[in-house]
């Protein structure tokens, strides 16, 4: 009788097309959702498929994007980041901080050359982030209230640099990828199309990404093979922070003004970007290509929800239903393949 | 022996998970005001009698009766409803909650509102405990207290939902001596009380120190009860492994000669190593090439020592020298780096289901596969390698490792520390719930890495993995190491006799 049980194993049977539709179902439901909602649109409404629609549909995405990249990476180790908007927020204020605004602008701000802002901007997004890492791994913070806490830090930031003023210039370079076109393509595309590309060649071809992955998968098992966690996880929050910086900085060129609370929305919509996409919020699953299809299909129900001229209320409430649909299919995905693991083991 | 009934009378019990038959027609009696000790290997049938008693396993035969009326648990709420209360060896405290609630748990007094009334609560439960002789601060968290007052009191709860008899399993495991002396006086106390108890227990001395009766179990059935003024330790060893039966006497009688290899050079030393509340001033030595065997009861720190070691659990005191080198053990990284490799005891906890198994492997030392970009192609030929050198099945790397059986999942996670070898390999409970065949297959990997210089230390709570491998042995007992076999013939009954 003990004998037969390595012979069973070894005679298993190729997995079924029901394990492989298990595996795969968190990849397949958030890519149906898309070619369902693209069709949808496209019939209901003549303007939706248009190149110059596609155009609005990839610029609208491109903030949320570009922090996305960095929320992935931190909910692949089965962390979470909320402070992304925030720290946004402020790289955005500081950046503008740093330049010479117009006489109008009633900031005591301290105007430098381009360059240097732009540096200052980017050390204090890594700061933040560098901050948080020590709180979740030199102290033991849960993530969930150590972003918390910098989430409220960024918005102080923010107070305290504007004081509820706006300022509007920002370096030429950051006022270039921010709101610049290279001809018919806008700049802030190609950054989040080179950040997201950037990512997932980290994530799929770099040690570095390998082990954000065995760190999501099975953090136990991943200190017993001698990975230093605490590293890889204080780098992934660092990782984050730069990636909102980033956004933050593009963002406020985007949108043409910097002040307190313009990225409120930003987090809810990066979070749902990556957890819509079918990245695993326990962690160890999923990827950029999630992610991509995860912005996609925010930003086709966004912008096509304004084609069909539904009232602007029931979009919120729209909105918050499929987010609700993409969490039951990733938990019910997870239990799915955690049924299969006791069934092996 | 006794002229009353008994309290409680199980007879023809028989319970088999699936085709495994774990207890066969046990008959087994306890009396009022008896506290009454239980004796077996691991998997005798001890703890799955415990559990029909206390309405934990409701489907089995045969008959129980309490007090001369037939009883049937259908929960263990309905067996301490008829008065059979359980204390577990992972005790059912709630840490956080100050010990009145914890007494109180789930019986908490209330006012007309449904509130619960805290001032009568503490009162209550100060009452209660003192009239066990249990004197302690009920508002104190009862996280904050040592262990052996947690069971106390733990045990004073069991006794306030009304129980009249109490099963206590492995209630001496983790206590100090002292600590065992408060818990005897109490256990006495009850007896005085006329309630009743079942101890079990795999510390002998402690059976024979405190119960009336002991009956001992082996393979699912109940070989042996006597009163414990009657009987020694070794009549206990001698039913526990079954003199006559000539196979299994061999396995315990059977000599094992261990063979030192103390003149190669020492890999690993540790030094006053403690842990609070696991062990405490450890010293030994590994030698190059030497299989150093850590045996001891479930709780006596051998797995913890060896997590520690590791990094895993970073030791509060002491000192340890790596091949020569001082090393400060302050995470896993730091001490793979340092030449140490580690399997724990739980394959859950040191691979990753849901991955193919040549990432399982590489995973240990991708840092010297790849500076920055990953080499999926090295991986798989390392993988493959391994995989057929261990006779690895099925041999495809590409499976997720959570669909191999434990004995292969076993193998990867060793192949894992293979390709580059460490100075030490640590090791706990290498064997533990494989087959045959397997096992063989890692005492194999086991010795064959030995003969190529490294130096190994198993820890295990079975005497069999440490008697397969083993050069020498060290014995441990609540959180120290008590003896050491070394140059000499060592067997099975030695080596529980020693523990």
Redesign the interface.
Known sequence: MEGSATKTASTLPPPRAESWFAAKLRNIAPFVTLIFLVALFSIASPSFATLDNLNNILQQISVTGIMAVGLTFVILTAEIDLSVASVANATGVVVAFFTAQDNSVNIANVPLAGWAAILIAIASSAALGAITAVGMTVIGIPSFIMTLAMLQIGAGICALLVRGQIAYAVPKLVATLGNGSLGPVPWIILVAAFVLAAAHVVLTYTRFGRYVYMVGGNREAAEYSGVNVRAIVAAVMIISALCSGLAGMLGVAHFGSAQQDEFDNYLLDSISAVVVGGTSLFGGQGGIGNTIVGLLVLGVLNNGLDHVNIDSFLKILIRGLILLAALIVNVYAQRLRSRRRAAAS | MRAPPPLLKLTGIEKRFG?VVALRGVDFHLHAGEIHGLAGENGAGKSTLMKIIAGVHTDYSGGMELDGRPVRFRSARDALAAGIGMVHQELSIVPELTVAENVLLGAQPTNRLGLVNWRRMMTEAADHLQSLGISVDVRTPIGALPLGLQQMIEIARVIFSGARIIILDEPTSALSPPEIERLFELLRQLRAQGRSMIFISHFLDDILRICDAVTVFRNGQKVASSATAAIDKMWMIDHMIGAGHQELEESYLGEFQLKSRTHAPVVLEAEGLCVRGAFEDIRLQVHAGEVLGLYGFMGSGQLELTRSL?G?LPPERGRVRISGKEVRIT???V???AGL????ES?????????PVY?NIS??I??RL?????KPATERAIAHEQVSALRI??PNVEL?V????????QKVALA?WLTHLPHVLLLNEPTRGM????KEDVVRIVRDLSARGVGVLVASTEPETVLALADRILVMKKGRIVHEFAEEAVSKDRLLAAA
Do not use: C, H, Y
């Open positions: 085709g590791f895993k995470s896993t990284a001490a793979k780096r490799a580690f399997l724990p394959r859950r906890s040191m691979l990753f289901a849901t991955e990432r995973i240990s991708l840092e790849s500076p920055l970009w990953v099945r099925p997720a959570g669909t191999l059986s434990g004995g292969n999942q894992r087959d045959v065949g397997a």
